[in-house]
């Protein structure tokens, strides 16, 4: 057995160790007393990791198959590998393990300043909860939103909020996909499980997304809101990550070209 293969092999005893010390309810996932295997099931990881069933099995059986670094960080992830079982996992696959960085103080800071350039489009910068950190006066006047508020928990509970997007049901399961892939982003911190169950006690349509685990929804492009003086509103959404803030996420709403809203836009500009 050459090297190569004695890593894969290390590889898929340490991911079917791991996978079997879970158990369902530790990701948010039901129990079933008819399970006949302890932990959880190569096909629950593969969902929770948002890759194929067929490729994960293939991982945990050896097979000589490529691994990404993004796809080593979803399946420790959805393992809720932390410290030496996280830097393990890594070594096994041959990758680098990411260095993630909180929101410096100090880049939060010039966040207004950033915001203030831009004059004809929404934008707003967030944390890993989801709480508006910064703003501009265009996305404040447009969305509504304003510093400290909480996108998510809003959108969830103020049905008013929700009202703005014809494609209500699409952008909750957006929504929530999100959050619960962002909370996997840093397992164990406990903030994320406080404020889901915060908007879950008042939203049932939310609980039933983070109950059920909804993850494999992706991000919508195009934002269709419904603004009460402008009307509808089609914009297209940017997301950056200030360097050395991995979780402070910028999001910028470009105008459409030929939606009208670029000219709509201007007029309350």
């Known amino acids: 057995m050459d090297e190569s293969e004695a890593r894969r092999q290390s590889l898929a005893r340490f991911l079917r160790a791991k996978r079997e010390q879970l158990r369902p309810q530790d990701v948010g996932l039901p129990n079933s007393s008819r399970r006949r295997t302890p932990g959880l099931r190569r096909e629950e990881v593969a969902v929770l990791a948002n890759v194929g069933v067929t490729w994960y099995t293939w991982l945990e059986q050896g097979r000589d198959i490529g691994v990404s670094s993004v796809v080593v960080d979803a399946i420790g992830q959805a393992l809720r ?6 830097e393990h996992l890594y070594e096994l696959a041959g990758k680098q393990q990411p260095v993630r960085r909180s929101a410096a103080a100090e880049i939060r800071a010039i966040m207004d300043r950033i915001l203030a350039g831009f004059t004809q489009s929404p934008a707003y910068a967030v944390d890993r909860y989801w709480n508006v950190v910064a703003t501009n006066p265009i996305s404040e006047y447009v969305f509504g939103i304003s510093v400290g508020s ?10 008013d909020v929700a009202a703005h997007y014809p494609h209500r049901e699409l952008a909750g399961r957006m929504m929530a996909a999100q959050f619960h892939r962002q909370a996997a982003m840093y397992a164990g911190d406990a903030t994320f499980t406080m404020l889901a169950d915060k908007i879950a006690s008042v939203s049932a349509e939310f609980k039933d997304y983070w109950d059920s685990y909804v993850v494999g929804v992706e991000p919508h492009v195009d934002i269709v809101f419904d ?3 402008m009307g509808r509103l089609t914009l297209e959404s940017v997301v950056l990550n200030p360097l050395g803030s991995d979780d402070l996420r910028v999001f910028l709403y470009l105008p459409k070209p030929g939606s009208g809203t670029a000219e709509a836009l201007a007029r309350a500009s």
């Open 81 to 86: 590998l932390e410290g030496g079982d996280l």
């Open 227 to 229: 603004h009460n003086q």
């Open 150 to 159: 909480n996108c998510l928990e809003e959108f969830f509970t103020k049905p």
